[in-house]
């Protein structure tokens, strides 16, 4: 497949201005962290760059991540990006179905071999689990998986269930689902995750495989930097709150209505890395935070097992304080008997105390 | 290796209901068993009150008298700084009251987090000022055994990881969280079974000497 349009030829037949692609360029920069003079750098390289070839999986997913990428209400510079990107098969956004789908993508897997991009969202049954809980075409989702990683130049795991399993994975995990990086084996992988994750973030990460060619830098969990460097706590608009020990109690409080801290509400923010908190949502109007809903941590692994999403992050998961209590008892009772114990040994002790005055001791010697 | 995150719900989870179940069974376990052994029966007759010179004593022997202090001024001070310090960081900590309030149902006002954070880091400071204090002067490194070390580090590691935790000095966070976690259930799990009883003995001891010379009479 020959794509004989560069990227900025394609901006400009869907219309986009030089100004937008610019203000694009100018803005991927600033959330990459970059300085401002790379702007025209990262303008020259998107310009130039060929529609890379793209092949998108989507698992066992819920459409989300997909619909966080779409449904945006006015097209938008990201968007013509994912457009213009050739998204040579998706399961839900490309027009063909059946026979003529796998054809596409076997035929963008073949002709882009070793170039190609694969995008996944949701976990996918792992090799030991029963292939049948997610197919495609009648075809297991390692299977398909395993097939299109051969030629793949990277993959990328968008959305929490592919970046960790997310929610398939929860316990007990009936579909025995996996994370795409734990059947990558030497593919480089980037983690986007989120339950959806932020549109910004996903068009910024392909931005920056264009633009530099090379993978981003990234985390331990193999999350670009650029977007998860930093907690959600360490940039929250209402970190001053939490600082100055001013906590919302309840969801209708004062507190509430003052916009004060929502870490006794369940906030997982101290624990969780993602770029809500900058880049917010729905083209920047507002994020759950600013909207009074704590962070739920979707961007972390495990986060549907990792206790109450309205505890307190510091509040252990299980019943402690019957724990306590029943050990407390207990060991009340084992003070007690050892006392007991002590008590009678002294008794017995006495009772067979057998005084000696001072005649006998002289005597005997 | 283990995943962080899998870490962090494992100290959080299982080893901390570990943790407090061996700490309030072997704390209650002495305590009961200290209180019902009780004292010899005292058949004089008693010239003063027990308690009030019981409580008195609680708050006069936790100042260091004159002549302590005239032979031991950085104990003393250092003591006092790092004791007072891991007080605040324990009990003024927001995070550490949601936690208390999660077990036990009580709550109160805690710190702004600087101030918090502050005080840790003067205590931490306090802490290695008193093990370098312990190792250099010749009489306390004589009398010094294991289980003073031993109490120094599991006292130490809560408010060191702590510190790290709150800075997240390590990369990723649920370990650095799951590691002060871990260093605050192994000082539970120790405390019952060292002279770190102090923490709850040693206000009932003073009681005791309080009441003991009130009860002759005596100044206590």
């Known amino acids: 497949m020959a794509y004989p349009k560069t990227l900025g030829e394609s901006l400009r037949a869907h219309g986009v201005s030089r100004r937008g692609f610019l203000k694009f360029c100018a803005a991927t920069a600033s959330m990459m962290a970059l300085p401002p003079t790379m702007t025209s750098a990262i303008a020259?390289?998107?310009?130039?760059?060929?529609?890379?070839?793209?092949?998108?999986?989507?698992?066992?997913?819920?459409?989300?991540?997909?619909?966080?990428?779409?449904?945006?209400?006015?097209?938008?510079?990201?968007?013509?990006?994912?457009?213009?990107?050739?998204?040579?098969?998706?399961?839900?956004?490309?027009?063909?179905?059946?026979?003529?789908?796998?054809?596409?993508?076997?035929?963008?897997?073949?002709?882009?071999?070793?170039?190609?991009?694969?995008?996944?969202?949701?976990?996918?049954?792992?090799?030991?689990?029963?292939?049948?809980?997610?197919?495609?075409?009648?075809?297991?989702?390692?299977?398909?998986?395993?097939?299109?990683?051969?030629?793949?130049?990277?993959?990328?795991?968008?959305?929490?269930?592919?970046?960790?399993?997310?929610?398939?994975?929860?316990?007990?995990?009936?579909?025995?689902?996996?994370?795409?990086?734990?059947?990558?084996?030497?593919?480089?992988?980037?983690?986007?995750?989120?339950?959806?994750?932020?549109?910004?973030?996903?068009?910024?990460?392909?931005?920056?495989?264009?633009?530099?060619?090379?993978?981003?830098?990234?985390?331990?969990?193999?999350?670009?930097?650029?977007?998860?460097?930093?907690?959600?706590?360490?940039?929250?608009?209402?970190?001053?709150?939490?600082?100055?020990?001013?906590?919302?109690?309840?969801?209708?409080?004062?507190?509430?209505?003052?916009?004060?801290?929502?870490?006794?509400?369940?906030?997982?923010?101290?624990?969780?890395?993602?770029?809500?908190?900058?880049?917010?949502?729905?083209?920047?109007?507002?994020?759950?935070?600013?909207?009074?809903?704590?962070?739920?941590?979707?961007?972390?692994?495990?986060?549907?097992?990792?206790?109450?999403?309205?505890?307190?992050?510091?509040?252990?998961?299980?019943?402690?304080?019957?724990?306590?209590?029943?050990?407390?008892?207990?060991?009340?009772?084992?003070g007690g008997a050892a006392a007991a114990l002590a008590k009678r040994r002294q008794k017995g002790d006495e009772a067979q105390r057998q005084p000696v005055k001072i005649d006998e001791l002289e005597q005997k010697l | 290796m283990i995943d962080p995150m899998d870490f962090l719900l494992w100290t959080k989870g299982p080893m901390f209901d570990w943790a407090i179940a061996i700490f309030a069974l072997g704390m209650m376990a002495r305590l009961v068993e200290i209180f019902m052994l009780g004292r010899k029966p005292n058949y004089a007759e008693p010239r003063g009150s027990e308690w009030g010179p019981g409580f008195r004593t609680i708050l006069t022997r936790s100042v260091a008298d004159a002549g302590t202090f005239q032979r031991a001024p950085f104990n003393v001070v250092i003591g006092m700084i790092w004791h007072i310090g891991f007080f605040i960081a324990l009990l003024l900590f927001i995070p550490h009251i949601e936690l208390i309030y999660s077990v036990l149902g009580i709550r109160w006002p805690g710190l702004p987090n600087p101030a918090v954070d502050a005080v840790t880091a003067i205590t931490i400071l306090a802490m290695i000022g008193a093990l370098i204090h312990r190792l250099r002067n010749p009489v306390m490194r004589h009398i010094s055994t294991f289980e003073d070390y031993l109490v120094w580090t599991v006292t130490f590691l809560p408010l060191m990881t702590g510190y790290i935790a709150y800075h997240r000095l390590i990369d990723p966070y649920p370990l650095a969280l799951g590691l002060h976690i871990l260093a605050a259930e192994i000082f539970l799990i120790v405390l019952p079974f060292t002279k770190l009883t102090h923490i709850f003995t040693v206000f009932i001891a003073r009681w005791y000497n309080g009441a003991i010379f009130g009860r002759k009479g005596v100044a206590s």
């Open chain 1, 44 to 334: 020259a390289a998107l310009e130039q760059a060929r529609r890379p070839s793209v092949i998108w999986l989507s698992f066992q997913e819920c459409t989300g991540c997909t619909e966080s990428l779409t449904r945006s209400h006015s097209p938008t510079v990201e968007d013509l990006i994912l457009d213009v990107i050739s998204l040579d098969y998706h399961h839900t956004l490309q027009a063909a179905s059946g026979e003529a789908a796998e054809h596409a993508r076997e035929e963008a897997m073949r002709e882009n071999f070793g170039h190609y991009l694969v995008v996944v969202d949701g976990s996918l049954p792992g090799p030991d689990a029963n292939p049948g809980y997610s197919t495609i075409a009648g075809i297991s989702n390692y299977q398909m998986l395993m097939e299109t990683l051969e030629g793949a130049a990277a993959v990328v795991a968008v959305g929490t269930c592919a970046a960790f399993g997310g929610l398939p994975k929860a316990d007990p995990n009936p579909t025995g689902a996996v994370a795409v990086q734990a059947l990558a084996g030497d593919k480089p992988v980037i983690n986007v995750p989120g339950c959806p994750p932020v549109p910004m973030v996903i068009t910024g990460v392909l931005a920056q495989y264009l633009t530099f060619g090379k993978l981003p830098e990234m985390d331990r969990y193999n999350r670009p930097l650029a977007f998860f460097g930093q907690s959600i706590h360490d940039r929250c608009y209402r970190r001053p709150f939490y600082d100055k020990g001013l906590f919302a109690q309840t969801f209708d409080d004062e507190g509430a209505r003052a916009g004060w801290c929502l870490y006794r509400l369940g906030c997982k923010g101290p624990s969780t890395y993602n770029a809500c908190a900058t880049m917010r949502w729905n083209a920047g109007t507002s994020w759950p935070v600013e909207a009074g809903h704590p962070c739920l941590g979707c961007s972390e692994p495990k986060f549907w097992d990792a206790g109450g999403f309205y505890d307190a992050l510091s509040v252990p998961p299980g019943n402690t304080g019957g724990t306590l209590l029943a050990a407390g008892v207990s060991g009340a009772i084992i």
